[in-house]
């Protein structure tokens, strides 16, 4: 007997796998995904959503105010982090292609974690599904990534209430309903539900939460109550200046003539509803919070918190992401670790998505695997002054243009590759709102000179010297 002990303890030794009370001690993760976030919350600048749980988190964790996703659109960009690859290596560059197809062998995030003896969960949206909730796409869940996976979509209730589609039907999408019934009756609510329930019964094991909220993506629905947070003569609407330099080709996406046609009550209305979904994904985080405290998991779980890409709304007169512009490449990125002693402070240093899969295979004290793109953040998390990466990349692609654009402290520089559509320069610290492009100034033919050798040079050389 005791030597059939043996053999099992070495086996388990061998294999990686801890069971019972050493199994505990391993740290759970929450990665927790908030679908079209841009920094809209008060602990990121922005007060005019209400997302109170979101700004108890950022005071819990670091705050990272330039966090830089690797491609502005949702497939390509969970692609990209949840692979620790950026969109070249990927091969993933739109809402359609399965990162498998590309790459059958990639050890995912979540799968090394699985690997590890983690129970790991995929709630909502994680990897891409489609446009809405009710676009299932279950092949594209990435089934070999988790131990359990849920989709959750809203009962008639959910559908019923006041609303409108604010192009006349000509967008599907681009509508919006207070809807009638409760949080449960969207799939949000079920989202969280399901984490709650997770959380209460996988408390004793390690484990690996993915939770993807589908708000504040399109179609904006979500339930009155948040709409009503939002009195809409409150609502203010941006301002571009009038001396902003013309949008060079490329720079913002064909295909949307309806936006031109808004009135102000419908631009009123579309953001209104767009942080009515802010809202409502906050109150969400808020219950899974909740069960943290209840369990006590604080001291024993990371929680990393982003949104997948950023959004503009009116901005340009665009109402929508998949632009190289700050807006849109810029999202939220919340990194919480037990024992954190920088606890409510906030970093300055350039970060990517890209990052991230080496950030909490590190927390865990797990081994990454060596072909990852990114750069683990911890050092950041206990000194977030640190001087960091020189730049952040990002890509997006317009039929056989390719854009790309290199975001250093000072300067964005971004070119489109494949055509004559010329190149971008914005001054962040002069022109935050990147509105005077500064590319064909005389002046600044030595700035554009060298962010194109950075923007050819890659992502490899703009690695901090420490590394």
């Known amino acids: 007997m005791k030597r059939s ?24 993760v929450l990665f927790i995904i908030a679908d079209d976030l841009r920094n809209a919350a008060t602990s990121f600048g922005d ?8 700004d108890r988190l950022a005071k819990r964790g670091v705050r990272f105010d330039n966090a830089y996703c690797q491609y502005p659109v949702c497939n390509p960009s969970r692609a990209s982090f949840l692979t620790g690859l950026r969109p070249d290596t990927t091969g993933v560059q739109d809402n359609n292609t399965f990162f498998r197809q590309k790459l059958p062998h990639v050890v995912t995030l979540p799968e090394l974690f699985k690997q590890q003896g983690y129970f790991t969960a995929s709630l909502g949206k994680i990897f891409h599904r489609g446009g809405t909730m009710e676009e299932i796409n279950e092949h594209m869940a990435d089934p070999q990534s988790w131990s359990h996976v849920r989709f959750f979509q809203s009962p008639p209730l959910g559908f019923k209430g006041e609303g409108r589609n604010l192009t006349g039907g000509a967008l599907a999408w681009c509508r919006w309903l207070a809807a009638e019934g409760g949080d449960e009756d969207q799939p949000d609510g079920q989202v969280a539900a399901e984490a709650v329930r997770l959380i209460n019964e996988k408390r004793k094991e390690p484990f690996f939460l993915a939770i993807g909220f589908h708000k504040p993506h399109d179609p904006f629905i979500a339930p009155k109550k948040y709409f009503d947070l939002y009195p809409p003569d409150k609502i203010q609407l941006p301002l571009d200046p009038a001396d902003r330099s013309p949008e060079v080709p490329f720079a913002i996406p064909n295909g949307y003539p309806q936006f031109k046609q808004f009135t102000d009550q419908e631009r009123r209305e579309f953001k209104r509803a767009y942080l009515a979904g802010v809202s409502f994904m906050d109150a969400q985080l808020g219950k899974v919070f909740a069960a943290l405290d209840q369990q006590k998991l604080w001291d024993n779980t990371i929680i990393v918190f982003i949104g997948d890409h950023g959004y503009h709304l009116g901005e340009r007169g665009w109402w929508n992401k998949n632009t190289l512009f700050e807006l849109s490449t810029r999202a939220p990125l919340v990194v919480y670790a037990p024992k954190l002693k ?8 350039l970060v990517e998505f890209v990052d991230l899969y080496p950030t909490i295979v590190e ?3 797990l081994k990454a695997p060596e072909n990852l793109e990114g750069l683990s953040l911890k050092p950041l998390l206990n000194k977030p002054a640190l001087a960091w990466k020189k730049a952040a990349f990002t890509q997006v692609l317009r039929g056989n243009v390719q854009g790309r654009t290199v975001r250093t402290v000072r300067w964005r520089y971004t070119e489109w590759q494949g055509s004559d559509g010329g190149a971008e320069l914005y001054d962040q610290q002069t022109d935050p709102g990147e509105y005077h492009n ?4 005389a002046a600044y033919a030595k700035q554009v000179a060298e962010l194109k050798q950075v923007l050819n040079a ?6 901090p010297t420490m590394q």
């Open 438 to 441: 500064l590319a064909s100034e």
């Open 363 to 365: 927390l865990a004290g």
């Open 342 to 349: 920088t606890a409510g402070q906030r970093s300055r240093a």
């Open 47 to 54: 007060v005019s959503a209400h997302a109170p749980n979101l």
């Open 5 to 28: 002990i043996t053999c099992l303890l070495l086996l388990c030794v061998c294999t990686g796998y801890l069971p019972s009370a050493d199994a505990q001690r391993r740290p759970n």
């Open 458 to 463: 890659g992502w490899k050389t703009a690695l």
